[in-house]
C-alpha cells in the first residue's frame, strides 16, 4: 500500500493557536516523511522533513512529530499567523527502494483568523 | 522555485487539440516529475523521469506522454486533449530519488 491519508482536509485557526495537521501512513518501508507548503498560484514548496530515526523535529515554529509504531506523523505550527494561510500536504518515500515517487496526502486549507 | 521554469504559464485550447507543456531546470538534477493537481485530489503524478531518455508512468498517465531528451528539459504531451485533462500541472525535480522535490510555478489549463 502506498497511500497517505491526511486530515482534517480543512482548518480554521484563531491567530495565536496551534494549528494541527495529522498524516497516516501504511508503508512501513517509508523512511522520509516531508511536508510542504502551498500559497494559492504558487508550487508546493518544501516546508520540514522528518526521518523515523527521530521522534522530533523543530524549525522555528512548525515541529514534525513522528510516531512510528502507529505510523502516524504529524505537523503542529505554534503561534499561527495570517500568513501561514495556506494549503499543506504531507508526503511520504522509501529512499532505498526502487519506487521513485514521494506519496502525497491529499492536503489541508488552512486559514487563520487575524 | 529552485530554477524550475514552466511553460506556458496558461494555456487555453479545446478538446480533440495536441498540447505540449515544457518544464525546464537550471539545477541539473536527474529526477524530474510531472503532477497534477485537482481539488479534493491533492497532486497525482503523471509521468517521471530517471534520466535522458529514462522515463516512466505515474499513477494517472493515461492520455499523457513525455519526452526527456536533455537534463535540463521534460516535456509533457497530452496527444489530444479532454476536459478531464482541465488542470493545473506541476513540474518537480530532485536530486536524489525519492528525496525532497522542488517544484515550478505551475501551468493552468483549461480544455474547452
Known amino acids: 500500500q502506498q497511500q497517505v491519508k491526511q486530515s482534517p482536509q480543512s482548518l480554521i485557526v484563531q491567530k495565536g493557536g496551534i494549528s494541527i495537521i495529522n498524516c497516516a501512513y501504511e508503508n512501513t518501508a517509508f523512511d522520509y516523511f516531508p511536508w510542504y507548503q502551498q500559497f494559492p498560484g504558487k508550487g508546493p514548496a518544501l516546508l520540514i522533513a522528518?526521518?523515523?530515526?527521530?521522534s522530533e523535529k523543530k524549525e522555528g515554529r512548525f515541529t514534525i512529530s513522528f510516531n512510528k509504531s502507529a505510523k502516524q506523523f504529524s505537523l503542529h505550527i505554534m503561534d499561527s499567523q495570517p500568513g501561514d494561510s495556506a494549503t499543506y500536504f504531507c508526503?511520504?518515500?522509501?529512499?532505498?527502494?526502487?519506487?521513485?515517487?514521494?506519496?502525497f496526502g491529499k492536503g489541508t486549507l488552512l486559514t487563520v483568523n487575524p | 522555485d529552485a530554477g524550475i521554469t514552466q511553460s506556458p504559464r496558461h494555456k487555453v485550447t479545446e478538446t480533440g487539440t495536441p498540447v505540449t507543456l515544457r518544464c525546464h531546470q537550471t539545477e541539473n538534477h536527474r529526477y524530474m516529475y510531472w503532477y497534477r493537481q485537482d481539488p479534493g485530489h491533492g497532486l497525482r503524478l503523471i509521468h517521471y523521469?530517471?534520466?535522458?531518455?529514462?522515463?516512466d508512468k505515474g499513477e494517472v498517465s493515461d492520455g499523457y506522454s513525455v519526452s526527456r531528451s536533455k537534463t535540463e528539459d521534460f516535456l509533457l504531451t497530452l496527444e489530444s486533449a479532454t476536459s478531464s485533462q482541465t488542470s493545473v500541472y506541476f513540474c518537480?525535480?530532485?536530486?536524489?530519488?525519492?528525496?525532497?522535490?522542488?517544484f515550478g510555478p505551475g501551468t493552468r489549463l483549461l480544455v474547452l
Open positions: 522528518i526521518r523515523p530515526d527521530v
Open positions: 518537480a525535480i530532485s536530486e536524489r530519488v525519492a528525496q525532497t522535490q522542488y
Open positions: 508526503a511520504a518515500s522509501n529512499s532505498g527502494g526502487s519506487n521513485y515517487k514521494l506519496t
Open positions: 523521469s530517471y534520466g535522458v531518455k529514462d522515463t
